[in-house]
């Protein structure tokens, strides 16, 4: 059996809703937004993070709860 060599991507760019949430929003009577982020996302994140992989979040609406949930993780939003 030849030896392959295993390429890891030097990028992830990944959408905010309904990747690193279950794509559910919660209302409040303010009009305020709530989402459920998935521990598990953050710690596979930090993980391809320790083998050099840079992770970014892209998203079309930019508001507090991704740029939170960017900064805790340590991405670019």
Known sequence: MK???IFFPKLIISDFDGCLTDD??????HGEEF???NRKDGLGIKRVKKL???VIIASTEVNK???AR????DLEV
């Open 3 to 5: 030896n392959k060599k």
């Open 24 to 29: 559910r929003v919660w209302l409040n009577e």
């Open 35 to 37: 989402v459920a982020a």
């Open 52 to 54: 050099g992989i840079e």
């Open 65 to 67: 709860v991704v740029s």
């Open 70 to 73: 960017g900064k805790k993780l």
